[in-house]
């Protein structure tokens, strides 16, 4: 079970003084403060993005005050363009440089997984409203499990690390910026329901309190939906349903405070170790991926998961004086993934018979003999994390700063069990292993069972110089610690009870440059350094003080420009990334001393990208972007070898038509070659391929109908593929082929 730790009372207490020392010094706050307020196509965000002809229609813009290469997606494009089950990572995908595999089951029906001009999740952040979060033994992500797009209003990609205050654990990838749903001075109710391919179907409700005279003006907006589909892959249904609701409370004229929540619950068959050999896809089909055989590791009873999430943010924002402000988040999230798996799903049809006969033996008792039956294993992996981000801002004239302090804890279980998958006892496969303290003998049915913990801080400031009106200069320092520490009964792969820890850190210097040429030309630059923390398996060591990992770095350069015309919207960048200190292990010198962890081997990730709109007067759009995109190796030996998931290049295109009650977009998106694996192996080659979509929308009175039809070409190429034990147990994922959904939205 998870427990409450000290850190969490520390935590609290800070953010409850912040909260109310400055509450109090806001009450006699001057009534000509400025105002708290947002912006209409980055809603949400910070983000001031030109109110043009081309950007009001463009499915990706940038601001004129970026200072990296960026990419702002509006609710419009989502509400207008996408299936409302889409995750975050398809809803991101129309920018340049982002790639994605998975979501083989259909859009937002299964996890997928973004590239960020190469950099593969987890070597860039994910948040929401400000803050970062992902999972505790690295920093990666579930696209579909916390934040369905009911609950985004505007997304923005920044492809670099940002400023010193831009937070989280992968600071030299990019993020993916999420913003929740706005609230509304006017009270609506909206309605959504839709149907289409595989069976799937969705309801959603969406509330708007409007402005509450009697709670001073609290604006309310609520949201929940339920998703069901059968899969576009076999016997792979997946059901969905989340509820969203967020308050702005305004304290006083320059206090507010927010409070949102959201919970969510999915319930899937899919092997815990997914995708189909090339034997399976011969037989089945590409979108094989379990059977109705009880007698194979690849029954669907066998392979389930039910995940549970909840996030909460509180988020206190002051205006004390004409010059200085403040704003203080506390959050919390937590994630409850219980599974049930075959142990080895490739077997089936891939395998000879007397190998899955082999295969299908267990061990009912510590030293029996082994019989027949159907191996499989359960799996936890449950964490809640605890967080505050606090930060001052001071604007004395020609310049304001920034400073702040984020501090983070987590808390986590995790444990795999192998069992008997038909009457779920005990199955005992697992090597005899001896605690190397005590003697005792771990039980064979026990892969790890496992608790650990992560305390992690950060203080930033940075510093906007504005010398001229057109020019900004950002010098900021960014201070990390962080922890990981490991208390387990049974430790993942050494098997015997351990208790272990490491702290790492970093000092990380970031300077940027906006110069505003004109009023709808400006161009940007950055500097920045990058850290990512090693992953909790580097103490998955029977020895870990022999280990010399230290955190991987990055060094970021990047130059760009933005422009904004009344119809023409273009922005361009070039960038340089050398990225150090990757994450290696192999065997220590001394054999009895296990497996080592050190640093060795570097990437150099270099491109262009682009980006461009062009409106015309009657509601018609035309974009395009494109990147082109280096992620070479520096390693000895395999040196300038493209890395694994990399695309080489990337190339969206559309037309868009918005125009009194008819919506209508046409989009394509080609990613370009890339390779599964390290080191350009033909067997791992990746073509490019095309995923191209239509919607079109018409609104009469309160009602609004629509039809989006995904990939029209109904292509089935290949995304990814993950190595097996041979090349005959590699796994394959494809693009699910055609779908198409109709639906139907009323609006009081």
């Known amino acids: 079970m998870i427990q409450k730790s000290g850190a969490q009372a520390r935590l609290f207490g800070v953010s409850l003084l912040a909260f109310t020392s400055l509450t109090a010094a806001s009450v006699a706050h001057a009534d000509d403060a400025p105002p708290i307020a947002g912006n209409d196509l980055a809603e949400g965000s910070a983000i001031v993005v030109t109110g043009t002809k081309a950007n009001e229609i463009a499915p990706v813009t940038a601001s004129l005050q970026a200072t990296q290469p960026q990419a702002v997606i509006s609710r419009s494009f989502i509400e207008d363009s996408l299936p409302a089950t889409a995750d975050f990572n398809q809803i991101a995908l129309i920018s340049p440089s982002v790639s994605n595999f998975g979501g083989v089951n259909g859009p937002g029906l299964s996890e997928s997984k973004a590239q960020i001009r190469g950099f593969q999740d987890g070597e860039y952040n994910v948040t929401?409203?400000?803050v970062p979060f992902g999972d505790t033994n690295d920093p990666t992500h579930h696209s579909n499990t916390f934040f369905p797009s009911n609950t985004i209003e505007t997304l923005v990609i920044d492809r670099g690390?940002?400023?010193?205050?831009?937070?989280?654990?992968?600071?030299?990838?990019?993020?993916?910026?999420?913003?929740?749903?706005?609230?509304?001075?006017?009270?609506?109710?909206?309605?959504?329901?839709?149907?289409?391919?595989?069976n799937s179907w969705m309801a959603r409700a969406l509330i708007q309190t409007g402005a509450i005279k009697a709670l001073?003006?609290?604006?309310?907006?609520i949201s929940g939906q339920h998703i069901e589909t059968d899969g576009a892959r076999t016997y792979s249904p997946f059901h969905s349903s989340n509820i969203f609701g967020k308050a702005v409370i305004p304290l006083g004229p320059d206090v507010k405070l927010s409070i949102l929540g959201t919970y969510n619950q999915n319930h899937f068959n899919q092997p815990d170790k997914d995708g189909a050999t090339l034997s399976q896809v011969a037989l089945y089909g590409k979108h094989f991926s379990l059977n109705?055989?009880?007698s194979s590791q690849t029954y669907f009873g066998y392979n389930y998961t039910n995940k549970t999430t909840d996030f909460e943010i509180a988020k206190l924002e002051v205006v004390l004086s004409p010059m200085i402000s403040f704003d203080d988040k506390l959050y919390t999230y937590s994630y409850d993934n219980e599974t049930l798996s075959g142990s080895d799903v490739t077997l089936y049809a891939t395998a000879t018979p007397s190998a899955i006969a082999t295969a299908n033996m267990v061990k009912l008792t510590q030293d029996g003999a082994s019989v027949a039956g159907i191996p499989g294993y359960t799996k936890t992996n449950k964490y809640r994390v605890w967080g505050n981000i606090a930060q001052v801002h001071w604007n004395f004239g020609i310049a304001t700063l920034t400073a702040g302090i984020w501090v983070d804890f987590a808390d986590t279980y995790r444990q795999q069990r192998d069992v008997?998958?038909?009457?779920m006892a005990p199955n005992f496969a697992e090597k005899k292993v001896k605690d190397p303290v005590t003697q005792a003998l771990t039980p064979s049915n026990i892969k790890f069972d496992q608790n650990s913990n992560t305390d992690h801080n950060e203080?930033?400031?940075?510093?906007e110089i504005r010398p001229t009106d057109q020019l900004k200069i950002t010098p900021g320092i960014k201070f990390v610690s962080f922890k990981r520490s490991i208390n387990a009964a049974y430790n993942q792969t050494t098997r015997y009870p351990q208790q272990v820890s490491n702290t790492y850190t970093a000092t990380l210097p970031f300077v940027t440059v906006?110069?505003?040429?004109?009023?709808?030309?400006?161009?940007?630059?950055?500097?920045?350094?990058?850290?990512?923390?090693?992953?909790?398996?580097?103490?998955?060591?029977?020895?870990?003080?022999?280990?010399?990992?230290?955190?991987?770095r990055s060094t970021n350069y990047q130059f760009g420009g933005v422009y904004h015309g009344a119809s023409l919207s273009i922005d361009a960048d070039v960038y340089v990334i050398t990225f150090n200190n990757k994450f290696k292990s192999a065997p220590a010198p001394n054999q009895a001393d296990g497996t080592i962890w050190f640093n060795q081997g570097a990437v150099t990730y270099k491109g262009v990208e682009g980006q461009i709109t062009y409106a015309f007067d009657n509601g018609l759009a035309v974009f395009a972007n494109a990147s082109r995109n280096y992620a070479k190796t520096n390693n000895p030996g395999v040196a300038h070898m493209q890395v694994a998931n990399a695309p080489e290049y990337t190339v969206a295109t559309g037309i868009l038509y918005k125009r009194g009650p008819i919506r209508f977009s046409l989009t394509n998106k080609y990613t370009g070659r890339q390779w599964a694996v390290e080191g350009q192996d033909d067997n791992y080659r990746i073509p490019g391929y095309d995923s191209?979509?239509?919607?079109?929308?018409?609104?009469?009175?309160?009602?609004?109908v629509g039809v989006e039809v995904e990939n029209i070409f109904g292509t089935t190429s290949v995304t990814n593929i993950n190595q097996g034990k041979t090349k005959a147990f590699d796994q394959y994922f494809y693009q699910p082929g055609r779908s198409v959904t109709a639906d139907v939205t009323v609006k009081f």
């Open 292 to 294: 109705n055989d009880p």
């Open 692 to 704: 191209a979509n239509a919607s079109l929308r018409y609104e009469f009175g309160k009602f609004r």
């Open 161 to 198: 690390p940002g400023n010193a205050s831009q937070l989280g654990q992968a600071t030299f990838g990019g993020n993916i910026n999420m913003f929740s749903r706005t609230t509304r001075e006017d009270a609506s109710v909206e309605g959504k329901l839709s149907y289409g391919s595989w």
């Open 459 to 463: 203080e930033f400031a940075e510093l």
């Open 128 to 130: 929401y409203d400000g």
């Open 216 to 221: 001073g003006g609290t604006e309310i907006v």
């Open 514 to 552: 906006n110069y505003a040429a004109t009023e709808n030309v400006s161009f940007y630059a950055q500097f920045a350094k990058g850290f990512l923390a090693p992953a909790l398996g580097v103490l998955y060591v029977d020895k870990p003080g022999l280990s010399t990992v230290e955190p991987e």
């Open 420 to 423: 008997e998958l038909v009457t």
